[in-house]
């Protein structure tokens, strides 16, 4: 609020710092329309920031959706073009009354083979069983 209230006070005294310099006739180097023609850019610029500001907010308060809606939205938007991409995250996704849900891909046969391989630990491996008697 502090920081809102100081940046409108900065640009009100600029805007009253630029009025008296073209009313009073102050910038005496300035050619003769010189600072009426900074203040008119001056408010023109002004304005239209305060126009695209405002409009954006009212645009922005229409969207009543909650952030996780706009993410599950774009997530949707995501997943359903770039189905390569989302089998390389492990999982599947599909889409049931237009959500996305994510389950575990089933694995390829390489990669069950490679899963169920015995791996290198480091131990010694089992003594063998003796035959029985």
Same mark, same amino acid.
């Given at each position: 609020? +502090? ?6 006070a900065l640009i009100?005294?600029? %805007?009253?710092?630029? #009025?008296? =310099?073209?009313?009073? %006739? +102050?910038? /005496? ?15 023109? %610029?002004?304005t239209v920031c *305060?126009?695209?500001? @405002?409009?954006?907010? +009212?645009? &922005? ?9 706009? +993410? ?10 770039? !189905?390569? *991409?989302? &089998?390389?995250? #492990? ?12 389950? !575990?891909? =089933?694995? /390829? ?9 015995? /791996? ?5 491996? !089992?003594?063998? @069983? @003796?035959?029985?008697?």
């Amino acid at each position: 609020m +502090l920081l809102t209230t100081s940046l409108v006070a900065l640009i009100i005294a600029l %805007g009253i710092y630029l #009025g008296f =310099t073209w009313t009073r %006739g +102050l910038d /005496t180097d300035a050619g003769l329309h010189d600072s009426r023609n900074v203040f008119i850019m001056y408010a023109v %610029g002004l304005t239209v920031c *305060i126009l695209v500001y @405002s409009i954006s907010g +009212l645009i &922005q308060d229409g969207d009543t959706r909650t952030e996780y809606d706009i +993410l599950e939205d774009h997530l949707h938007d995501y997943v359903l073009p770039n !189905p390569a *991409i989302v &089998q390389n995250w #492990g999982v599947k996704a599909e889409v049931f009354s237009g959500k996305v849900f994510f389950r !575990p891909a =089933t694995p /390829t046969p390489r990669a069950a083979a490679e899963a169920s391989a015995p /791996t290198d630990t480091g131990a010694p491996p !089992p003594a063998p @069983s @003796s035959p029985p008697v």
